[in-house]
């Protein structure tokens, strides 16, 4: 019993760490295979994410097979593959990043590495191990300064911190197989030892760290793309009604404890109903697509625009006053939306108009709704008085 216990405890230490890592790197590259098909926006950069997992593993699978596979197959069949799997995650990360691919240098760097390592051959393991390094940093480096700032900029600073983890592992371990490559070092990361055991590690940690990394990232892009849709108008871009309301209830909140008064503009698109019926959907969206353009560009960088519903707008002005902010601005968009035309497939020119009413915050208001209340009501008094008109309401501050 005794010996078999031994037996059993010498085959498990004894399980070939190369085989394990690709296994471990096999599923990643099944895991990626099944999120491209569910996921369609990020199928590019997933597609590249599975090759570089399979790659991973097909060049941990060569290592396993030392001694007895084919020499040229394990030695510079598995630095090949390495070399492209790092290339297929770099690639993998500017396109998720919404970035275009450096190709030319990825095609340079596979090309010289190709030339490199059938040069040195599969014997001299040292020159081999050098030269696949020092392209192995080339990708990393360049990867990381293309994709860095875009990186921080949708994901902020401590999540760059965390993906800068894995890459500086990779980068680590490279520099040393290349500073021991050059200096002619021994260097065997298939035996037993701590060189060995200590690159298993480092790649089982990187590897890691990188899928789950961008497997969070891709669940929190989608999460934020469903909030987004959930507060913002699809055919506009613009913020919709659900985003607006709470965004005027924290200034209602603001005005009634400090006293900040604000003011809403009211817009509606005149004669929209003729223009969809006579024209067609299509052209009436484009109208409404210049029109948001129009009310954003116009307004002022802490305004808040937003499509109400139909062709009705809201404008929220916060700290600002009817007579000395919300007048002249609503006249400045009343403006900018005269100068608009959209054009129909027959070539028609359909000139386009809005009408404009104006509320400002009073001390006596019961809710926001009394402020919205009383800019719509100016506004259906400016569609009265013959449209393409500001108008405010008699109960504001004149």
């Given at each position: 019993?005794?010996?078999?216990r031994?037996?059993?405890r010498y085959?498990?230490?004894?399980?070939?760490?190369?085989l394990?890592?690709?296994?471990?790197?096999a599923?990643?590259?099944?895991l990626?295979?099944?999120?491209?098909?569910?996921?369609?926006?990020?199928?590019p950069?997933i597609?590249q994410?599975a090759?570089?997992?399979l790659?991973?593993?097909?060049?941990?699978?060569?290592?396993?097979?030392?001694?007895?596979?084919?020499?040229?197959?394990?030695?510079t069949?598995?630095?090949?593959?390495?070399?492209l799997?790092?290339?297929?995650?770099?690639?993998g990360?500017v396109l998720?990043?919404?970035?275009?691919?450096?190709?030319?240098?990825?095609w340079?760097v596979a090309?010289a590495a190709?030339?490199?390592?059938?040069?040195?051959?599969?014997?001299?393991?040292?020159?081999?191990?050098?030269?696949v390094?020092?392209f192995?940093?080339?990708?990393l480096?360049?990867?990381?300064?293309q994709?860095?700032?875009?990186?921080?900029r949708?994901?902020?600073?401590?999540?760059?911190?965390?993906?800068?983890?894995?890459?500086?592992?990779?980068?680590?371990m490279?520099a040393?197989?290349?500073?021991?490559?050059?200096?002619?070092g021994?260097i065997d990361?298939?035996?037993?030892?701590?060189?060995?055991?200590a690159?298993w590690?480092?790649?089982l940690?990187?590897?890691?760290a990188?899928?789950?990394?961008?497997?969070f990232l891709?669940?929190?892009?989608?999460?934020?793309?469903?909030?987004?849709?959930?507060?913002?108008d699809?055919?506009?871009g613009?913020?919709?009604?659900?985003?607006?309301e709470?965004r005027l209830q924290?200034?209602?909140?603001?005005?009634?404890?400090?006293?900040k008064?604000?003011?809403?503009?009211?817009?509606?698109?005149?004669?929209?109903?003729?223009?969809?019926?006579?024209?067609g959907?299509?052209?009436?969206?484009?109208?409404l697509?210049?029109?948001?353009q129009?009310?954003?560009?116009?307004?002022?960088?802490?305004?808040?625009?937003?499509?109400f519903?139909?062709?009705?707008?809201l404008?929220?002005?916060?700290?600002?006053?009817?007579?000395?902010?919300g007048?002249?601005m609503?006249?400045?968009?009343?403006?900018?939306?005269?100068r608009l035309?959209?054009?129909?497939?027959?070539?028609a020119v359909?000139a386009?108009?809005?009408?404009?009413?104006?509320?400002?915050?009073?001390?006596?208001?019961h809710?926001s709704?009394d402020?919205?209340?009383r800019?719509?009501?100016?506004?259906?008094?400016a569609?009265?008085?013959g449209?393409?008109?500001?108008?405010?309401?008699a109960?504001d501050?004149?």
């Open positions: 019993m005794k010996h078999r031994c037996a059993a085959d498990i230490d004894h399980t070939p760490m190369p394990l890592v690709s296994l471990q790197l599923l990643y590259a099944l990626w295979t099944l999120s491209g098909v569910a996921l369609k926006d990020e199928r950069a597609a994410w090759g570089y997992a790659a991973s593993a097909v060049s941990a699978a060569l290592l396993g097979w030392r001694p007895d596979g084919p020499v040229w197959l394990t030695h069949g598995s630095s090949a593959a390495m070399l799997s790092l290339i297929l995650a770099s690639r990360v998720f990043l919404g970035l275009w691919p450096n190709d030319r240098l990825y340079v090309a190709a030339l490199g390592l059938g040069w040195v051959g599969p014997y001299d393991t040292d020159a081999r191990v050098a030269v390094s020092f192995n940093l080339v990708v480096v360049a990867s990381y300064a994709s860095a700032q875009r990186f921080v949708e994901f902020g600073p401590r999540v760059s911190v965390a993906a800068t983890f894995p890459v500086l592992a990779l980068v680590c490279n040393y197989f290349l500073a021991q490559g050059l200096m002619r021994h990361i298939v035996g037993p030892g701590t060189v060995p055991l690159t590690l480092v790649t940690v990187s590897a890691a990188f899928n789950f990394l961008f497997l891709v669940g929190f892009r989608m999460q934020q793309g469903l909030r987004r849709q959930a507060s913002h699809t055919l506009t613009l913020p919709n009604r659900r985003a607006l709470h924290l200034e209602w909140d603001r005005s009634v404890r400090y006293g008064p604000f003011v809403v503009i009211s817009a509606d698109v005149d004669h929209f109903k003729r223009i969809n019926d006579q024209y959907h299509a052209v009436g969206d484009a109208a697509v210049a029109v948001a129009a009310l954003q560009a116009s307004a002022r960088e802490t305004d808040h625009v937003s499509r519903g139909g062709e009705e707008f404008i929220l002005m916060p700290e600002a006053q009817v007579q000395t902010d007048l002249p609503a006249e400045r968009l009343r403006d900018a939306i005269a035309a959209v054009t129909s497939p027959a070539g359909i386009l108009s809005a009408s404009f009413g104006v509320s400002g915050w009073l001390a006596g208001d809710n709704e402020v919205v209340r800019a719509d009501n100016a506004m259906y008094e569609k009265n008085k449209r393409n008109c500001v108008v405010l309401m109960d501050p004149q």
